[in-house]
């Protein structure tokens, strides 16, 4: 499966942005789909996960309350809302995918990985 990450850009603290991630050449409701970031000079972090049917989310700490994961399986995409935006939150944001379930929340869980999107949260 392809993964098209996009929806980043300038916003200031407080704001919002909405990323979307399109996948192609698979059945994308087969797929457990998380997003991740990676600030500069950091590790990958794990940012939020969806169930294949969208029934399960998980988030980081970091996160939770501020962000969520959707998924519309009619269009193969995966969304990430993002409110209250923190200046923490600068980072790429990468979509990806698993076929079927995943044990953990961890980058290594994941087979496959969009190009990143950058958000930068300016104060």
């Known amino acids: 499966v392809q993964l098209q990450a996009s929806g980043g850009g300038l916003v200031q603290v407080g704001g919002s942005l909405r990323l979307s991630c399109a996948a192609s050449?698979?059945?994308?409701?087969?797929?457990?789909m998380g997003w991740f970031r990676q600030a500069p000079g950091k590790e990958r972090e794990f940012v939020a996960f969806?169930?294949?049917?969208?029934?399960?989310?998980y988030y980081a700490d970091s996160v939770k309350g501020r962000f969520a994961i959707s998924r519309d399986n009619t269009k193969n995409t995966v969304y990430l809302q993002m409110s209250n935006l923190k200046p923490e939150d600068t980072a790429v944001y990468y979509c990806a995918a698993r076929a079927g379930v995943i044990t953990g929340y961890g980058p290594n869980e994941y087979d496959y990985w969009g190009q990143g999107t950058l958000v930068t949260v300016s104060s």
């Open positions: 969806i169930s294949r049917t969208g029934s399960s989310t």
């Open positions: 050449g698979g059945t994308f409701s087969d797929y457990t």
